[in-house]
């Protein structure tokens, strides 16, 4: 198991950009970035494996990019143009697949989007 460590979470305007950082303990073969908004379930946002595949879901395309530095078992999510409906705890997480069946996660940090 990996110990995961999240940050750069924060309050910001329609139209800003912020960066997530997630520090693993450990090597993991997929990482990624989950969310979950008040009242909603839990859902991907990206996900990449070491193969370098990567996932978007559809309303962050274009907009979000996911990238990994394997020296520093370190996962980003750089949001560009975000929207009020990007409000939300972001989760980092790490599996052995990137099927992400038994993740391990983080402890999440709140970006929150105001109009």
């Known amino acids: 198991q990996v110990q995961l460590v999240e940050s750069g979470g924060g309050l910001v305007q329609a139209g800003d950009s912020l960066r997530l950082s997630c520090a693993a303990s450990?090597?993991?073969?997929?990482m990624g970035w989950f969310r979950q908004a008040p009242g909603k379930e839990r859902e991907v946002v990206a996900i990449?494996?070491?193969?370098?595949?990567?996932r978007y879901a559809d309303s962050v395309k274009g907009r979000f990019t996911i990238s990994r530095d394997n020296a520093k078992n370190t996962v980003y999510l750089q949001m560009n143009n975000l929207k009020p409906e990007d409000t939300a705890v972001y989760y980092c997480?790490?599996?052995?697949?990137?099927?992400?069946?038994?993740?391990?996660w983080g402890q999440g940090t709140q970006v929150t989007v105001s109009s």
């Open positions: 997480a790490a599996a052995g697949s990137i099927r992400f069946q038994y993740p391990q």
């Open positions: 450990g090597y993991a073969v997929a």
């Open positions: 990449s494996s070491s193969g370098d595949i990567t």
